[in-house]
């Protein structure tokens, strides 16, 4: 069969099965079973055996479950929601007033949740009932909760970050620091948009809230002290060199758990059900790994990537241009893969043409989240889509709409940190060098 033919089959497969409803990981395996199958004569039992086992040894994933357990935790005690209430005061003076929030509390909470769908449902269940009661208009509250929710994709701790590194045998910490400047650059923006919306739309804000005093704002900042003191023990102590990824993790939990405690919102049903939730959410992303690694391996064999790779190189892309067709590649792929998925599956294939054509690998692992924060926002399988569906019960597909400002915003992003790579580099190169 050539790879032509090849290639619409296995995309027909593709289709048939996500649009079945089957699991991302299990869709992602029939398909690399269907590929060796028809093109192939290794046996395809034993390949998927082997590169399940390897996708689940790498040590620079132990980080994984315990930041995913930190943000349960956040998520399941009143942690989360005094975030909310002590961002609120100081953003109700601006245009846009509590809209801002959402940024505001998802750029807080990706600093210690590192993950986009965690960033969005914990914020969400907060905000979206309480924006809703105050009367903001939903179609701005959902959307700017769902470009907002991404970047816990982008800002450290980064669980798809922390993928990237292990798949590219990059720094973690170097990843860490490169995806800061770009994460505040997108909450800017979120920001900036929301207030010039506001100030354009004042028939859909609701009517100011009533004025506080400093002190009163300063009393309810007090409910930030516990987010911040996790953030600066955790991210401070990587950045620091004190304490490797993992070990970062580990003191985050500790904290997350003792200061919750603290509080009084820690109780045995919050801890069991934080710590299941998170070892369900480790076991889905190891699940998802092992089909895309073994899919992956099924392309090696197939010869496609090598393929693809070769009709780039034909065409003596310029830098610009191999970045946009990459773009849309990961866009397109982003309609029916998840974030995780799409790095494991794709680094083998893309990363070495990355670096033949002389492109920082630091610099691309930032781009390449940025563009996957893209396509979180994507229907019909943007994982930010399908948790505010479950949170509103809206059509994902007007979710989508709602979101196609903040999709646009994160292009120019994009269209900035490829015009200006320091963007990215300097915080990185900055640390590393300094005694």
């Known amino acids: 069969?050539?790879?032509?033919t090849l290639i619409a089959v296995l995309l027909l497969v593709m289709f048939a099965i996500l649009a079945g409803g089957m699991w991302i990981a299990l869709s992602l395996a029939v398909v690399g079973f269907v590929a060796m199958t028809l093109q192939v004569s290794a046996p395809a039992g034993s390949v998927l055996a082997i590169s399940a086992w390897q996708s689940a040894t790498s040590w620079d994933l132990t980080a994984l479950p315990m930041f995913i357990w930190m943000?349960?935790?956040?998520?399941r005690t009143r942690l989360s929601e005094d975030l909310f209430r002590g961002l609120a005061p100081w953003l109700g003076r601006f245009p846009g007033r509590l809209l801002h929030v959402n940024v505001a509390a998802c750029t807080v909470f990706a600093a210690v949740s590192g993950s986009s769908a965690a960033t969005c449902a914990t914020i969400g269940r907060i905000s979206l009932p309480e924006l809703a009661r105050r009367g903001y208009d939903q179609r701005i509250s959902i959307g700017s909760l769902a470009g907002a929710g991404t970047l816990g994709l982008l800002i450290p701790p980064s669980i798809i970050l922390i993928v990237y590194a292990a798949a590219t045998e990059q720094s973690i910490i170097q990843l860490f620091l490169a995806g800061v400047m770009p994460g505040l650059l997108i909450a800017a923006l979120f920001m900036s948009f929301i207030a010039v919306w506001a100030l354009f739309n004042r028939h859909r804000m609701p009517p100011a809230e009533p004025v506080t005093t400093f002190?009163?704002?300063?009393?309810?900042?007090?409910?930030?002290?516990?987010?911040?003191?996790i953030i600066v023990f955790t991210i401070g102590s990587i950045y620091a060199g004190i304490a490797s990824a993992t070990e970062a993790a580990v003191v985050g939990v500790l904290l997350s758990l003792g200061l919750s405690w603290w509080v009084g919102s820690l109780d045995r049903e919050s801890f069991s059900t934080a710590l299941m939730r998170a070892t369900m959410t480790s076991c889905m992303i190891a699940f998802i790994l092992s089909g895309a690694a073994f899919l992956t391996v099924a392309m090696g064999y197939t010869g496609i990537p090598r393929a693809l790779a070769?009709?780039?190189?034909?065409?003596?892309?310029?830098?610009w241009q191999?970045?946009?067709?990459?773009?849309?590649?990961?866009?397109?792929?982003?309609c029916f893969l998840d974030g995780i998925s799409i790095v494991v599956l794709t680094t083998s294939v893309i990363i070495p043409m990355v670096d033949s054509a002389g492109i920082n690998l630091i610099w691309f692992g930032i781009f390449l989240v940025l563009v996957v924060e893209?396509?979180?926002?994507?229907?019909?399988?943007?994982?930010?889509l399908f948790v505010l569906q479950g949170l509103t019960g809206l059509n994902i597909f007007s979710i989508a709409l709602y979101t196609f400002?903040?999709?646009?915003?994160?292009?120019?992003?994009?269209?900035?940190?490829?015009?200006?790579?320091?963007?990215a580099l300097w915080l990185p190169s900055r640390m590393m060098s300094s005694p």
């Open 1 to 4: 069969m050539d790879l032509i």
């Open 71 to 75: 943000g349960e935790i956040l998520y």
């Open 215 to 229: 002190v009163e704002r300063l009393s309810e900042s007090r409910r930030l002290i516990p987010v911040i003191l």
């Open 310 to 319: 070769g009709l780039i190189a034909e065409h003596d892309l310029a830098r």
């Open 322 to 334: 191999l970045l946009v067709a990459l773009t849309v590649l990961y866009v397109v792929l982003g």
């Open 374 to 384: 893209m396509a979180q926002i994507t229907p019909p399988v943007g994982f930010n």
């Open 405 to 423: 400002p903040f999709f646009v915003l994160l292009a120019v992003t994009a269209v900035l940190l490829a015009t200006f790579p320091e963007i």
